[in-house]
């Protein structure tokens, strides 16, 4: 019972974390119906921008977050600027093919500067520390990556929600050019968005080099499933993405425990099959 | 309907093949085994694509999971050499047949899906593929398979002195999927094909039975795929994971059709004729520094590509036809904006 129940809290931790990298897809994705496929190489780099902070300037990837995801926003705002804007309103691959360019070009970048060995980031705050509740081992970093990434989750929920800036940019999702007659700046938006949706992931970057180690292809996987928890969750949901988010983890660390660790991702993407082939629209999309 | 055997359209395709035909005798190539390299590469990734181009272009439907098919080919090729000790043939029948019904079968539930819910289906296809494949013995799990030393020739499928005979099979293989594509174009089948493509509502309001006709389609792409996996087999000696049924390799038939001209005879050729040597050379010319110079180089390629002309080459060459024909009344904007 006790290895269930820990099995599982790893698995929520981690679904956290997903599910926080999703959000940021999702918000691009729900806004400007452009899949960002260079997401994953954004967390990429934050883990590299708060590793290289931790290794040059002993600042603690804790502290490190602000700066990985302010980085992050300027790649997205950037990304927009340069390639983006440039795919809006043709051919819904456009954008998809670039940022698969942009992703190529990313990953090799750094394999260029950092070598594609694995960098870990030693004496962190964090690090290693795991206290024990009711009989359950919590991996300390762990914790602060999930609760953290809830955190901005909830954060990034209710400015979409709750916010003028929120609700002109559901207006700007649901159709630009009546927004624009509106006197929304829908250009503004979309920056904003990306720049937005990348720093998401910018803090789960940021904050991941205290428990994982950093390489050129760490990101593939995340963005893999980053995508595969936006389409689960339902087009632009939030919500949906956090639930999607928590299913992928508790369904990898389930079948990597009680199956094989190699059949983690299989299940994985199953799990995503089956959900879509019950629901074509994702749980909570209609 | 019929139409004639031959237009003019044909004859232009018919010179290029045989003019294609006769490069082996040219010294420039046929001396330089690099170059003849790129040009069998050219070849097999113009054939490729245009298997993908049925799918994806003609019907609309795309995606990204045909490294699938194309990796049981190149196993199909490489088990029945490596693992049996036998000629390549059966196992690229068994190989080809078998992606058409695994096609079918994984497509069925997958065409319920729409827009990025479908792509990113095929995208988890590939990878519980690839991660089955990878941890499976049979099919020689991570280790791949290597090809042992037979003696060369038709029968085994492998050559070793000169790059020749590959490259007439890779003809034959272009001059096959090519010729299918140019059937289906003036055929019922492609008239339905893109009927679906524009307007899945409109085509079965007329009476196409529009699942039917996506199925139908992925089954022939998906063996066409398939019988190319097992040429590229062939050709590297070589079946693993990593290289034939992963993501990249789905990503290359998807951008060398829509960089050339998606839904369009020529444009897979186009594609391929212009991306294979740029990695190619790149890999030649910056390979060598190490950490994947030809990769960023090539990376920032496609952006500017994709940003300059989303339609694709096919896209540009109809906006210089515009241009230099303008006074002589062209009409305008017929295939800029083919894409799906």
Redesign the interface.
């Known amino acids: 019972m006790d290895t269930l129940l820990q099995v599982l809290l790893d698995g929520m931790l981690n679904g956290l974390v997903y599910a926080l990298v999703a959000a940021g897809l999702c918000l691009i994705?729900g806004v400007m119906d452009v899949?960002n496929f260079a997401h994953g190489e954004y967390l990429m780099i934050a883990m590299y921008v708060s590793y290289w902070l931790g290794f040059l300037a002993k600042v603690d990837p804790l502290l490190s977050v602000i700066a990985a995801a302010a980085f992050i926003f300027l790649l997205g705002v950037l990304t927009y600027k340069l390639?983006i804007r440039?795919?809006i309103g043709?051919?819904?691959?456009?954008a998809?093919?670039?940022t698969?360019?942009?992703?190529?070009?990313?990953?090799?970048?750094c394999?260029?500067?950092f070598?594609p060995n694995f960098l870990i980031l030693s004496d962190t705050w964090l690090g290693d520390k795991t206290f024990q509740a009711g009989g359950l081992i919590i991996p300390l970093p762990q914790l602060v990556a999930g609760v953290l990434s809830l955190a901005v989750i909830v954060l990034v929920y209710a400015l979409i929600n709750a916010t003028r800036f929120g609700w002109a940019v559901q207006a700007t999702a649901m159709d630009r050019d009546a927004a624009e007659l509106m006197g929304i700046n829908t250009e503004r938006i979309y920056i904003l968005i990306f720049g937005i949706g990348g720093a998401c992931v910018g803090v789960a970057g940021g904050i991941m080099p205290s428990y994982l180690a950093v390489h050129p292809e760490v990101g593939s996987l995340f963005g893999?499933i980053a995508?595969?928890c936006v389409?689960m969750g339902g087009?632009g949901s939030i919500p949906g993405a956090l639930l999607a988010g928590l299913l992928v983890g508790v369904t990898e660390a389930l079948a990597g425990f009680y199956i094989a660790p190699?059949?983690k991702?299989?299940a994985v993407?199953?799990l995503?099959?089956a959900v879509?082939?019950l629901r074509?629209?994702?749980i909570l999309g209609w | 309907m019929r139409r004639k055997a031959l237009d003019k359209k044909d004859v232009i395709w018919l010179g290029f093949v045989a003019l294609l035909a006769l490069l082996p005798l040219a010294p420039v190539v046929a001396a330089n085994s690099f170059h003849m390299h790129v040009v069998i590469l050219i070849l097999l990734f113009a054939s490729m694509s245009q298997a993908w181009n049925i799918i994806g272009g003609y019907c609309g439907q795309?995606s990204f999971g045909h490294s699938v098919f194309f990796g049981i080919g190149a196993y199909g090729a490489g088990m029945a050499v490596v693992t049996y000790g036998g000629a390549p043939w059966p196992g690229i029948l068994i190989g080809v047949l078998l992606a058409a019904a695994i096609a079918v079968v994984i497509s069925y539930?997958c065409f319920?899906?729409?827009?990025?819910?479908f792509?990113?289906?095929t995208?988890?296809?590939v990878?519980?593929f690839n991660?089955?494949f990878?941890?499976w013995d049979w099919v020689g799990g991570a280790m791949g398979l290597d090809y042992p030393l037979v003696k060369e020739g038709l029968k085994n499928l492998m050559w070793y002195d000169t790059k020749t005979g590959y490259y007439y099979c890779a003809l034959i293989l272009f001059l096959l999927i090519f010729s299918v594509v140019r059937w289906l174009e003036g055929h019922r089948f492609g008239y339905y094909m893109r009927a679906v493509r524009e307007g899945q509502e409109t085509a079965e309001s007329l009476g196409v039975n529009s699942t039917a006709v996506k199925l139908a389609a992925m089954a022939l792409s998906a063996a066409l795929s398939a019988l190319c996996g097992a040429f590229f087999a062939q050709y590297n000696l070589r079946v693993d994971t990593p290289m034939v049924m992963s993501?990249d390799m789905s990503?290359k038939f998807?951008?060398i059709t829509?960089?050339g001209g998606s839904g369009t005879l020529v444009g897979p050729l186009l594609g391929a004729a212009v991306l294979i040597p740029l990695q190619e050379y790149t890999r030649a010319f910056w390979g060598g520094l190490?950490?994947?110079?030809d990769?960023?180089i090539?990376?920032?390629?496609?952006?500017l590509m994709?940003?300059k002309q989303?339609?694709g080459m096919i896209g540009i060459i109809g906006d210089m036809h515009r241009r230099f024909f303008k006074h002589k009344g062209i009409a305008k904007g017929d295939s800029a904006?083919g894409?799906?």
């Open positions: 994705w899949i390639i440039y795919t043709k051919s819904p691959l456009a998809l093919l670039a698969f360019g942009l992703a190529m070009f990313l990953k090799n970048f394999l260029n500067r070598s893999l995508f595969v389409a087009f190699v059949f991702y299989i993407f199953g995503y099959l879509v082939f074509p629209k994702g | 795309v539930p319920k899906l729409s827009g990025h819910y792509a990113i289906a995208f988890a296809i990878e519980i991660r089955s990878m941890v993501l990503m998807v951008l829509i960089l190490g950490g994947g110079v990769l960023i090539f990376g920032l390629l496609i952006i994709v940003v989303p339609a904006d894409s799906p």
